[in-house]
T-cell receptor
Framework: GAVVSQHPSWVICKSGTSVKIECRSL??????MFWYRQFPKQSLMLMAT?????????EQGVEKDKFLINHASLTLSTLTVTSAHPEDSSFYIC????????????FGPGTRLTVL | RKEVEQDPGPFNVPEGATVAFNCTYS??????FFWYRQDCRKEPKLLMS???SGNEDGRFTAQLNRASQYISLLIRDSKLSDSATYLC???????????FGKGTTLSVSS
């Protein structure tokens, strides 16, 4: 099956720093990637939809200037949490859709961010 | 009404039990429905898609009731390895992204 990787798996940083998370589709091309955030005992919340070569579409309430998304190639999307604060500590998961119009998404293993 | 609502759980059952999870969705135009499984601190993994005619995969059976906007998952002969959180998932109104329910936690004990 299709494999999606994320890097790093976990990161601890000081408040005010920026953190970049990478999401890669390893054996397929992903025209669309999705970024989710999950707080403890909560559901995955879609943050933004990232289309290769164009600007990401952010969900309501997600600050686009704080969560910078870049989808420069068909196999890589990055999420940068700028000026991270403790309330940004969460589990960030990306997913990739293999083909246009396809419904199945393949999820990365997630990145656990802890901001001190 | 939330887009996707699930049984609050947790469900604690013995091995061999049959357990059912329910889910309701708010968008009557939704076309695609799924059950995902998520283990603690792991990414969600697709368990099965839910079709209008219902579908079965081994011990797992999914049903869809469009009139009631209701989805169910039945697990027969529960195994210890079934312990996880089960997420009900539907496409958003635009049909472009998945919307997850909060999940129902299942704990199977010996």
């Amino acid at each position: 099956g299709a494999v999606v990787s994320q890097h790093p798996s976990w990161v601890i940083c000081k408040s005010g720093t920026s953190v970049k998370i990478e999401c890669r589709s390893l054996d397929f091309q992903a025209t669309t990637m999705f970024w989710y955030r999950q707080f403890p005992k909560q559901s995955l919340m879609l943050m933004a939809t990232s289309n290769e070569g164009s600007k990401a579409t952010y969900e309501q309430g997600v600050e686009k200037d704080k969560f910078l998304i870049n989808h420069a190639s068909l196999t890589l999307s990055t999420l940068t949490v700028t000026s991270a604060h403790p309330e940004d500590s969460s589990f960030y998961i990306c997913s990739a859709r293999e083909r246009e119009g396809g419904s199945e998404q393949f999820f990365g293993p997630g990145t656990r961010l802890t901001v001190l | 009404r939330k887009e996707v609502e699930q049984d609050p759980g947790p469900f604690n059952v013995p091995e061999g039990a049959t357990v059912a999870f329910n889910c309701t969705y708010s968008n009557s135009a939704s076309q695609s429905f799924f059950w995902y499984r998520q283990d603690c601190r792991k990414e969600p993994k697709l368990l099965m898609s839910v079709y209008s005619s219902g579908n079965e995969d081994g011990r797992f059976t999914a049903q869809l009731n469009r009139a009631s906007q209701y989805i169910s998952l039945l697990i027969r002969d529960s195994k210890l390895s079934d312990s996880a959180t089960y997420l009900c998932v539907v496409f958003n109104q635009a049909g472009t992204a998945l919307i997850f329910g909060k999940g129902t936690t299942l704990s199977v004990s010996s």
